[in-house]
């Protein structure tokens, strides 16, 4: 792979930066940074803080955990209440998954035994098995916007051409797979409530098969624990609808980070995995509360050029560095719109819709 080829951020502007201001000059140059250079700016911002760590711990599974018995009291009243509830309780987990997220990149504590212990804990109650799902998205780190390397920890994205050359069966399932319902309803359940409970992509490997099956035994205890307190009924009726919605939110949030217009794809022989990270990966611009609960996420481009950097230092580099901050930027509005985007135009080098294909 090349690690020493990079594209620029802005397109060549005619002036040299001697005929702009001192100020237009320092923008112009922060513009015609690469990928790879702005690897060695952001580098700065990975040194974590315990306190902050453990205080964005405690200011997340409290709440989680207080939300969930207010949607377990509210059943008593109203079950439509209960649902309501379920929606910032789904944010608080997602947000739990999130910090499971830093752990597994080795960016939320200094040390690798206190990212890895934390990490497994909290896979227990984000029902997602820590050294299996790290692997895998080690992966799409490693491998995304790569053609050629398409498939574990991603989501299927085929060609144009690709597509042109299927059966009719094989646009179909496709299609199916590509669907609204599938890919933010169906699909994250799915993942979340059966696919994780194996070591999916990794089935050789007895570490994985340790790690899949020991979050299944323990998040078996603590629900078996709930259930003996609340009741069976009780506890499914407000547990299931808390992590349909999260895997519904958590699906949502890596599809359009990657699933956006003017993202990144190329064969191996083109692709660079600095401009993949930056290019590939969308500024999801969320409102402040969004922002929060979703532990800043959306920054996904510079967490992808950088991803030892904890969550809550990654808006930092947008203080220091507004420029990133338009760097392929997507508001909520925007991003409803990206997903009818469904195939990878080679020729334009754009995400287009099944009507933009004429076959």
């Not at 820590?130 to 574990?152: F, M, P, T």
């Amino acid at each position: 792979m090349d690690f020493e080829g990079s594209t620029t951020i802005a397109a060549h502007d005619h002036r040299s930066i001697d005929d702009l201001s001192p100020n237009a000059a320092a923008a112009r140059a922060e513009q015609a940074r690469t990928a790879r250079e702005w690897i060695n700016i952001v580098a700065k911002y990975r040194e974590p803080s315990a306190g902050r760590s453990i205080f964005e711990i405690a200011v997340t599974a409290i709440p989680f955990f207080a939300l969930w018995f207010l949607a377990y009291l509210a059943s008593h009243v109203s079950y439509a209440l209960t649902l309501l509830i379920a929606v910032p309780a789904a944010f608080f987990l997602v947000r739990l998954f999130l910090i499971q997220h830093d752990c597994g990149h080795g960016a939320f504590f200094k040390g690798k035994s206190a990212n890895d212990w934390v990490g497994r804990v909290l896979g227990i109650f984000t029902m997602t098995p820590y050294a299996v799902w790290k692997r895998s998205h080690a992966i799409h780190h490693a491998d995304s916007g790569n053609l050629d390397e398409r498939g574990l920890g991603a989501i299927d994205t085929l060609t144009v051409d690709e597509y042109r050359a299927l059966s009719w069966a094989g646009r179909l399932k496709y299609r199916l797979y590509r669907h609204p319902i599938t890919m933010f309803v169906v699909g994250p359940a799915w993942v979340f409530i059966v696919q994780q409970r194996f070591p999916a992509g990794h089935w050789k490997n007895v570490r994985f098969w340790l790690s899949a099956m020991g979050t299944n035994l323990s998040f078996a205890a603590v629900f078996v624990g709930l259930c003996y307190l609340v009741g069976v009924g009780p506890a499914l009726k407000v547990h299931l609808p808390i992590v349909a919605l999260a895997s519904s939110i958590g699906v949502w949030l890596f599809y359009i980070q990657h699933q956006f217009e003017h993202t990144y794809w190329e064969h191996q022989m083109q692709w660079n995995v600095h401009d993949a990270a930056f290019n590939g990966s969308s500024h999801y611009d969320l409102p402040q509360p969004l922002r929060w609960l979703t532990a800043n996420i959306g920054i996904h481009h510079i967490h992808h050029l950088y991803a030892r950097i904890p969550f809550y230092r990654l808006s930092e580099v947008l203080r220091d560095f507004p420029d990133l901050v338009n760097h392929r930027r997507m508001t909520l509005a925007q991003s409803i719109r990206c997903q009818k985007l469904k195939l990878w135009d080679e020729k334009n080098k754009a995400l287009v819709a099944f009507n933009d294909v004429k076959l």
